[in-house]
T-cell receptor, first 113, second 112 residues
Framework: NAGVTQTPKFQVLKTGQSMTLQCAQDMNHEYMSWYRQDPGMGLRLIHYSVGAGITDQGEVPNGYNVSRSTTEDFPLRLLSAAPSQTSVYFC????????????FGPGTRLLVL | GQNIDQPTEMTATEGAIVQINCTYQTSGFNGLFWYQQHAGEAPTFLSYNVLDGLEEKGRFSSFLSRSKGYSYLLLKELQMKDSASYLCAVSVPDSGNTPLVFGKGTRLSVIA
């Protein structure tokens, strides 16, 4: 099993550009989520999905879109990048929404200039 | 709102024992997780407590008191590779957009 994979590992964007962060898991997990991690802020939930076709907003959803067309994939789209979106982004999956261990991808380091 | 508190930084000596505390105030409780995160890497699961008491797993143990909203992670026989951030996270039922609330993490430095 590859677990949770994320691409790209690093990305530099200019303000206003759009891009998609890819996330895939091969553990047949129903629950997937996207977090951002900033110094001194901890992990904050952006969006999550409890299954294919179902997505919902987390704590900090503004400026991001998600979709879940398959169980395996959960891409995160930045619509118009802003410097405030400079962060490390982690995708995670688990068998259940809250009571199961979350498995994290390796992260994407994003710099918005 | 949901709130989790952990010390920001701790330093301990190789071979010693260190205790990292976590206190929480949440609207509900389904369980508490501890994750380890080395610099530049993803968090990895360490332990899960849902009932009061101590869970031991090798050099690492985790304790929970639900009535006090308190947990700690105990690391014994510290090794240099234990230098990392330790994240406390609480699973909150019916919490809408915050099903798993993370603390800001405790950065542990192990020195020789």
């Amino acid at each position: 099993n590859a677990g949770v994979t994320q691409t790209p590992k690093f990305q530099v964007l200019k303000t206003g550009q759009s891009m998609t962060l890819q996330c895939a898991q091969d553990m047949n997990h129903e629950y997937m989520s996207w977090y951002r991690q900033d110094p001194g802020m901890g992990l904050r939930l952006i969006h999550y999905s409890v299954g294919a076709g179902i997505t919902d907003q987390g704590e900090v959803p503004n400026g991001y879109n998600v979709s879940r067309s398959t169980t395996e994939d959960f891409p995160l789209r930045l619509l118009s990048a802003a410097p405030s979106q400079t962060s490390v982004y982690f995708c995670a999956s688990s068998a259940d929404r809250g009571q199961e261990t979350q498995y994290f991808g390796p992260g994407t380091r994003l710099l918005v200039l | 709102g949901q709130n989790i508190d952990q010390p920001t930084e701790m330093t301990a000596t190789e071979g010693a024992i260190v205790q990292i505390n976590c206190t929480y105030q949440t609207s509900g409780f389904n369980g508490l997780f501890w994750y380890q995160q080395h610099a530049g890497e993803a968090p990895t699961f360490l332990s899960y407590n849902v009932l009061d008491g101590l869970e031991e797993k090798g050099r690492f143990s985790s304790f929970l008191s639900r009535s006090k909203g308190y947990s700690y992670l105990l690391l014994k026989e510290l090794q240099m590779k234990d230098s990392a951030s330790y994240l406390c996270a609480v699973s909150v039922p019916d919490s809408g957009n915050t099903p798993l609330v993370f603390g800001k993490g405790t950065r542990l430095s192990v020195i020789a």
